[in-house]
């Protein structure tokens, strides 16, 4: 069974898994703090390496990267909305998509709705408190689940190979990468 073995490859690389990704956030935090999201770049090409993405699902995942890190403008569809549309598109056809660049457009997806939400006005006549504080930009957070999706995804893949065991990875990254962003904290560095 698949999912029994992929189960099973989960709990024997647990604590080894454990260990990178903590390991990673702890060689992060000594390095310089950086106010903006790393490049990404790299970053993809080494997933997509690590992964085994294919040229096609890697261009879809590039998208959702340069979606993300794309200001909005007033002539132009909102970069959240099309993250959306696109993690859409690409969720009707899942049986021909890998399944990482899915868990990553899934998590970009998520982020991008939440940030849309917070962005809509109060259906009560008053402002949230999003509207009125000056707390970090709604992209930025989506910009910070995205990179530390794909920043997570590298670090468990230097442990396993198990598709399964690199989207947890990708998924804990996300989760302390838009923690540390909304928290107002910069960037982390994962490597």
């Known amino acids: 069974m698949t999912g029994t073995a992929n189960l099973t490859s989960l709990a024997t690389t647990a604590g080894r898994a454990h260990g990178v990704l903590v390991g990673s956030l702890l060689r992060g935090s ?14 993809l090409a080494e997933l997509r390496d690590a992964a085994g993405i294919s040229k096609q699902d890697f261009e879809q995942l590039a998208q959702i990267v340069r979606l993300a890190n794309t200001k909005p403008t007033k002539t132009q569809p909102d970069p959240l909305q099309q993250i959306r ?11 021909s998509v890998h399944p990482l660049v899915l868990a990553i457009s899934s998590i970009a997806s998520d982020s991008a709705s939440t940030a849309l939400k917070a962005k809509a006005p109060a259906t009560n006549g008053t402002k949230s408190k999003r509207q ?31 598709t399964v065991d690199i989207m947890i990875g990708a998924a804990i990254g996300a989760v302390f990468s838009s923690q540390q962003v909304a928290g107002g904290h910069p960037f ?3 490597d």
């Open 30 to 43: 000594r390095k310089p703090a950086r106010s903006t999201a790393p490049p990404m770049d790299k970053p």
């Open 85 to 95: 549309d696109l993690d859409e598109a690409l969720q009707r056809k899942a049986k």
């Open 132 to 162: 009125d504080s000056k707390s970090v930009s709604l992209g930025a957070v989506v910009v910070a689940d995205i990179a530390g999706a794909v920043l997570g995804g590298i670090a468990m893949s230097k442990v396993s190979n198990d």
């Open 188 to 190: 982390p560095v994962f």
